[in-house]
């Protein structure tokens, strides 16, 4: 069974950081590419960032110089650094993988940047 499970989320305030996780199982995780997308209310799911199965990454304009991703394969997981947030940065953050056909998607974890 294919798990993808995401924690880290929270309120912070504008200016802070949190960094989320996405602990992954079922799956070899070493192969898979890895993303972050967030879907705020009213609004679709939109990329934040990905990262291959070789470490290239991709990030969103609106996030660039402020988050980072990065995996560890032998803890199969994959991380999301978020720095100077911003309240438009709220929304639900989810975690995706994908190897060719195969796509899973994680729970989704809540990030509320608010004073």
């Known amino acids: 069974q294919v798990q993808l499970v995401e924690s880290g989320g929270g309120l912070v305030q504008p200016g802070g950081s949190l960094r989320l996780s996405c602990a992954a199982s079922?799956?070899?995780?070493?192969?898979?590419?890895m993303a972050w997308f967030r879907q705020a209310p009213g609004k679709q799911r939109e990329l934040v960032a990905s990262i291959t199965n070789s470490g290239s990454t991709n990030y969103a304009d609106s996030v660039k110089g402020r988050f980072t991703i990065s995996r560890d394969n032998a803890k199969r997981v994959v991380y999301l650094q978020m720095n100077s947030l911003k309240p438009e940065d709220t929304a639900v953050y989810y975690c995706?993988?994908?190897?060719?056909?195969?796509?899973?998607w994680g729970q989704g974890t809540q990030v509320t940047v608010s004073s």
């Open positions: 995706k993988a994908n190897f060719v056909t195969n796509v899973y």
């Open positions: 079922g799956i070899s995780f070493s192969i898979y590419h």
